[in-house]
């Protein structure tokens, strides 16, 4: 099976951010960079089970949460400084993408589910 798009975002996603929040500095790289990391890493994990899931729905809805929590960390990053406008807009736009693409995936399951 090949991998969904939202799937390799995310995993574009993690190749992309995780280098960044381990060069934090120490006193943010141990709480918010590793929360973000463990939130990224559960969303992928999650993302990949989803695809193999029968039940679909269980896996994915509470994954928006989620991304919401994700978003309001990326920008505490950028409000205390710790990266860049360019920085933090790439990751805003990335975890947007992710967040189309997983509601679009929620409404297609929801679909199905009404179908039965």
């Known amino acids: 099976m090949q991998d969904l798009s939202v799937v390799q975002k995310t995993y574009d996603l993690i190749k992309w951010y995780v280098p960044i929040l381990n060069r934090l500095p120490r006193d943010h790289k141990f709480l918010l960079g590793n929360l973000i990391i463990k939130e990224l890493y559960n969303l992928l994990d999650q993302l990949i089970t989803a695809q193999y899931a029968k ?8 994954l928006n949460g989620r991304l919401q929590v994700m978003r309001y960390q990326t920008r505490l990053l950028f409000d205390f400084g710790l990266v860049s406008q ?28 009404g179908q039965k």
């Open 55 to 62: 039940n679909k729905l269980s896996y994915l809805e509470p």
């Open 86 to 113: 360019k920085r933090y807009q790439y990751a805003s736009q990335l975890i947007n993408e992710i967040g189309r693409e997983l509601g679009g995936w929620i409404k297609s399951q929801q679909g199905k589910k």
